[in-house]
């Protein structure tokens, strides 16, 4: 996955909405992750760091909200949580399974000055 | 960098020019609501307009190189409130790598916002940071120490930008009736042969138009320039995976015809890639049986965004230890409902039901495009495929 564009995407959304608010400094950042999310947030923290270099979200604190992963399984006909891609239903250990929640990335909230 | 595969944000170069700096840097002004002028010297891409008088909503990745020699009106000190009636003029000159959005990739000259809104942080030594004033708000009086924060509601996916202009690329398409196809993989899964043996055996029936992407050279695209195919290289420096923008330079350099098919052949990776949309009518994913036949479970994300997945280099079964239902079971656990067919680029064996597959595809996008329906979802119904 490529976290630097990612971060990039990130810190636009923050500086359009800090723009937005006429902040001189945005403090922290929360971001939605979803479990089956196209991320490793490790690498996303360290890129984050990178592109707020000099910005006006320079040293924000980048707040994780996890969110659980879930699908939709078909022989089952259910709602069913799914950790991550690849496992089976917990109900039917079978792998017809069409996720429905848990791929977002996205700015939850920031916190201005 | 990208901390897990070890790759980073380069410079783009489209056919061997640059995408970010070309011709001329030049310079602009702009004027902002409390009369401070900026001089800022932009290096683009392409010869394009910018006209700042639209509100538009501007992508910049934006590094400020900042010279920044701003004279304050008087003197000040910042151990206590002061004020910072501005009257500053500050000449910085920066480098924007701007992306922007197009609203239509054909047409270069509009909106984007160049809403420097004033917001430049002035970093002070004494680490209390001390914003230039709000428009219309000149000379407004800061007190460090004073730490008011808020937080404010955002709700916008880290991938708005690449989508919004996806969406461009998919409107395209639907307009002029094109079945484009992102094709993914790992390097050396024989993805430009197999573009290659598939643009002599459609036999100019359908025009075929590829994108190539790589980090570097425009060896691929000569090597499918010289099927007479057009094509254009993408180079992604040190990026690894091409994004909707690059996409969207490329379409305008290819102007594809109505009717052809466009393949996008996406640099060769089995992690990046899978996030972003192209603006494709699918996401192809090629796996040889050099490789090996659990690579859909090691690296689900990029199986599960695909629609169809290619089996190639069957010829060469006999040798080596690939089990190739058991890659189609992997592969069906993290994307139930993906096609399969087997082939090979080389033999031409399974091409039959690749080139049907292909004819179809372009047949219905050609169908939608002259009863006028409007760009797909970015999924759409895959169209009948041989189940291997």
Known sequence: MHEMSLAEGM??????????????????????????????????????????????????????????????????????????????????????????????????????? | MCVTCGCGEGEVRIDGATATVAGAPHAHLHRHADGTVHAHSHEHGDAHDHDHGDAHGHGHGHSHGHGHSHDHGQSHDHAQSHDHGHPHDHAHPHDHAHRHDHADPRDHVQRHDHAHGNDHVHPHPDDATIAAAPAGALGAVHAPGVDATRRVQIERDLLTKNDAIAAVNRRLFAARGIFALNLVSSPGSGKTTLLVKTIEALGGRIPALVIEGDQQTSRDAERIRATGAPAVQVNTGKGCHLDADMVARALDRLDPPSGSLVLIENVGNLVCPAAFDLGEAHKVAILSVTEGDDKPIKYPDLFHAADLMLVNKVDLLPHVDFDVDGAIGWARRVQPGIGVMRISARTGEGFDAWLAWLERGVERARTRAAVGASAPDAREPVPEHGHA
């Open chain 1, 11 to 113: 810190l636009q959304l923050v500086e359009d909405g800090a723009r937005q608010h006429s902040a001189s400094a945005v403090k922290a950042v929360w971001l939605e992750v979803g479990a089956l999310s196209h991320v490793e947030v490790d690498a996303l923290r360290f890129c984050f760091d990178a592109v707020t270099r000099g910005t006006v979200a320079h040293g924000a604190r980048l707040e994780i909200v996890a969110t659980p992963g879930a699908a939709w399984c078909m022989p089952c006909g259910e709602r069913v949580a799914l950790a991550r891609l690849g496992d089976a239903c917990p109900r039917c250990a079978g792998h017809q399974l069409q996720v429905v929640e848990g791929e977002d990335l996205r700015v939850r909230e920031i916190e201005i000055a």
